[in-house]
């Protein structure tokens, strides 16, 4: 990536979504994606796009919050030991 002095040049208007609004993204921090790093990009949201929409829709409202969570650590049982 670098950083972009002038508007990305690399877009054309058959962008698909993702490269919209990730080129959006790095436009905003002042960064520009090659051809290659916006095929790893596409790749990463192709790989784990299904996974990230399925833990947001998924109803996890119910599961009641590890006591005492310590992100450093494995997480604990609920059930004394």
């Known amino acids: 990536m670098t ?11 058959n ?3 993702t490269r919209r609004y990730a080129r959006a993204g ?3 921090v002042g960064l520009q994606a090659d051809e290659a790093e916006m ?4 790749g990463a949201d192709t790989l784990y796009r299904p996974l990230i929409v399925a833990l947001m829709e ?3 409202d119910e599961i009641e ?3 005492g ?3 450093s650590g494995p997480p604990r049982s609920l059930e004394p030991s």
């Open 39 to 42: 095929a790893v990009i596409e």
């Open 69 to 71: 969570a310590d992100m």
């Open 65 to 67: 919050p590890e006591p």
């Open 3 to 13: 950083a972009a002095s002038e508007p990305s040049e690399a877009s054309s208007g």
């Open 26 to 28: 790095l436009e905003l």
């Open 15 to 17: 962008d698909s979504p």
């Open 58 to 60: 998924a109803e996890l």
